[in-house]
C-alpha cells in the first residue's frame, strides 16, 4: 500500500473522530461526577439485628441501585469502591466513572 496525501488525510480524520468520540465520553463521565455531587447522599436500607449490627454487609450492588434508582442512569457495581460496611451509619463510596474521572459518593445507612 502507497502512503499518500489522500491516505495520510483519511488516518488524521480518523483519529479526529476517535479522539472527539473519546473527550464525549469524558465530558460526560465529569457531567455525571457532577449530578452524583450534587444529589449528596443517597440511603440504603438494611436489615438489622437488636445490637444494631446489619444482616449481611453493604455491597457495591446495593450502591449501584441506590444511584440508579436516583438518577435513572446504569452504572457498573464493578467499578464501585465500597469499605466494609457491618453497621448503620454515613459512609463513603468511590467511583470509577472514566479511566481519568472518579466521584465519590456519601452513602447513608439505614434499618
Known amino acids: 500500500?502507497?502512503?499518500?496525501?489522500?491516505?495520510?488525510k483519511q488516518i488524521e480524520r480518523k483519529k479526529e473522530?476517535?479522539?472527539?468520540?473519546?473527550?464525549?465520553?469524558?465530558?460526560?463521565?465529569?457531567?455525571?461526577?457532577?449530578a452524583l455531587s450534587t444529589i449528596?447522599?443517597?440511603?440504603?436500607?438494611?436489615?438489622?439485628?437488636?445490637?444494631?449490627?446489619?444482616?449481611?454487609?453493604?455491597?457495591n450492588g446495593d450502591v449501584a441501585e441506590a444511584i440508579e434508582a436516583a438518577t435513572k442512569k446504569e452504572i457498573d457495581r464493578r467499578n464501585i469502591t465500597v469499605p466494609d460496611?457491618?453497621?448503620?451509619?454515613?459512609?463513603?463510596?468511590?467511583?470509577?466513572l472514566h479511566p481519568e474521572v472518579n466521584a465519590e459518593v456519601n452513602i447513608e445507612v439505614t434499618s
Request: aromatic share 6%; proline share 2%; net charge positive.
Open 40 to 59: 449528596g447522599r443517597f440511603t440504603i436500607k438494611k436489615q438489622v439485628g437488636e445490637d444494631g449490627v446489619l444482616f449481611g454487609t453493604v455491597t
Open 85 to 96: 460496611i457491618h453497621n448503620l451509619g454515613s459512609f463513603t463510596a468511590k467511583i470509577k
Open 1 to 8: 500500500m502507497n502512503v499518500t496525501p489522500a491516505v495520510l
Open 17 to 34: 473522530k476517535e479522539k472527539i468520540a473519546a473527550d464525549k465520553l469524558k465530558q460526560e463521565a465529569l457531567d455525571f461526577q457532577t
